[in-house]
């Protein structure tokens, strides 16, 4: 007689709404228990206004938006001439609460891949001090949930749960992945929808859940802005849409916005337009138009890194401008097990892995990490939602000089972030209409 056992797979689910000590190594694995209340990591609100300054937290926020940068350019190639759209945000948090489990060259590989510079002592407390700014009340709405999904008697080490909870605002749930997969995956996608407003249905899709799954770790992050300045609806027109393989009709919006940001980076052939929310003018829309030409999209992401960002974001100014750029509404789903191997994290997929950090055994290893995204933009303003899952003052006047132009009749690179962090909750690219 032979025996063959499986290695017991750990899944993790990255759901975008929109979103720690080191773990002893000799702590006693405990039951997870049935945590009911769905964790969400504003627990404790941030008042309006400035933000101290913390050197952790600017580490964690200038490795992420590295991180932004690195997945979308393997997203870009991978996704040749289509639409792209993905929460970073959300993505760095579901693997933060990987990291508080992995060790050894696990850990490492992570950790580089989703540059994570502090060690996990800072990380984590880091992560849980950004969620709780970036989601400041405010007439936008901005909401970031954490949630584990545990096989029923299954023994996870209570350092593990408890980093997870404290920092990430992650309750624990229990579901029985080996008798009832499929009723697993409806609890898990109904927290998804719950949590992104209905936005994100059907996140964990039939057959990407097995008998072996012992854990699944999701974030969601839900984003709902009204424009500081909104477009008036008669304004829109049907109008021409430039791509490199031909023109399509597209509702374009057009205002004159004298509260919009807005540079030109003349070596870049490159118009910016930073477009605030209201209520929360921290947050914003940042598009980035390159020229109307051939291959302009294509020189532009090749060129984007963040130190341009940076520069480039330093050079706007508000003042008026005119401003034309098309409603749109994008959904997008993304296996990454791929693109983050690539990345340099392929171990945390292979039976090597090492997340004794979670349960105190070598019998854990990530098996899929998906995130499915939607975006809306129209004359009221953003609609975002994410999920992942794995295993303004005027400017001034000037009658003689007519406002510059911003007309986003071809494709362009868009994101939204967080001013005062610099955080990027989403970045995504529109060329397919």
Same mark, same amino acid.
């Given at each position: 007689?032979?025996?063959? %056992? ?19 190594? #000799?702590?006693?694995? @405990? ?18 206004? !400035?933000? &101290? ?14 991180? $932004? ?29 990987? &990291? ?25 407390? /880091? ?10 009340? =405010? ?5 970031? +949930? ?6 029923? #008697? ?8 408890? %980093? @997870?909870?404290?920092?990430? =605002? ?7 992945? +080996? #008798?009832?997969?499929? #009723? ?8 998804? $929808? ?25 974030? /969601?992050?839900?984003?709902? =802005? ?20 031909? &023109? ?37 829309? @940042? ?5 109307? &030409? ?7 992401? /090749? ?16 003042? $008026? ?11 997008? *789903? *993304? ?39 939607? %975006? ?5 303003? @953003? ?7 794995? =295993?303004?003052?005027? !400017? ?38």
């Amino acid at each position: 007689m032979f025996g063959l %056992i499986k290695k017991t797979s750990v899944e993790l689910l990255v759901l975008c709404l929109g979103i720690i000590c080191a773990c002893g190594a #000799g702590r006693k694995p @405990t039951e997870a228990s049935d945590q009911n209340n769905p964790g969400n990591a504003n627990q404790q609100r941030q008042k309006p206004g !400035g933000i &101290e300054e913390d050197p952790n937290r600017n580490a964690l926020v200038k490795g992420g938006n590295q991180f $932004a940068i690195d997945l979308y350019g393997k997203l870009r190639k991978d996704q040749a001439n289509k639409n792209l759209f993905f929460s970073p945000m959300s993505i760095s948090t579901a693997m933060g609460m990987v &990291e508080a489990g992995a060790r050894g060259k696990t850990a490492e590989e992570i950790a580089r891949t989703m540059h994570f510079t502090l060690p996990q002592s800072q990380l984590h407390p /880091a992560c849980r001090s950004l969620l709780e700014i970036i989601q400041s009340p =405010g007439e936008c709405e901005l909401s970031i +949930a954490n949630r584990l999904w545990a096989q029923r #008697g299954h023994k996870f080490l209570e350092d593990f749960l408890n %980093i @997870t909870k404290q920092q990430y =605002g992650a309750e624990c749930g229990l579901v029985d992945f +080996a #008798g009832d997969s499929n #009723g697993a995956r409806l609890e898990i996608n109904s927290w998804a $929808a719950k949590h992104t407003r209905d936005r994100i249905r059907d996140l964990i899709r039939p057959g990407l859940l097995s008998t072996d799954t012992c854990l699944v770790l999701t974030n /969601a992050i839900y984003f709902k =802005g009204p424009w500081l300045k909104p477009f008036d609806a008669r304004n829109t027109k049907l109008a021409s849409f430039f791509t490199d393989d031909g &023109e399509k009709q597209v509702e374009m919006m057009t205002m004159k916005d004298p509260l919009c940001r807005y540079t030109e980076i003349e070596e870049e052939g490159l118009q910016i337009l930073q477009k605030p929310y209201h209520g929360r003018q921290d947050l914003s829309m @940042t598009i980035l138009l390159p020229r109307r &030409e051939p291959e302009s999209l294509a020189k532009l992401e /090749a060129a984007l890194s963040q130190d341009k960002l940076t520069t480039w974001s330093k050079q706007l100014k508000t003042q $008026a401008v005119k401003v034309s750029m098309p409603k749109f509404q994008m959904e997008t *789903y *993304y296996s990454l097990k791929d693109q983050l191997s690539e990345l340099g994290m392929p171990m945390a997929f292979t039976p090597k892995a090492d997340f004794s950090g979670m349960d105190g055994t070598l019998e854990l290893l990530l098996s899929f990490a998906v995130h499915k995204t939607f %975006i809306a933009v129209d004359e009221k303003g @953003t609609e975002a939602a994410a999920a992942t899952a794995i =295993g303004a003052k005027r !400017g001034g006047k000037h009658p003689s000089s007519p406002p510059p132009e911003f007309r986003a009749d071809h494709p362009f690179v868009f994101l939204i972030s967080d001013n005062r962090t610099g955080s990027i909750l989403f970045l995504g690219r529109f060329c397919d209409p």
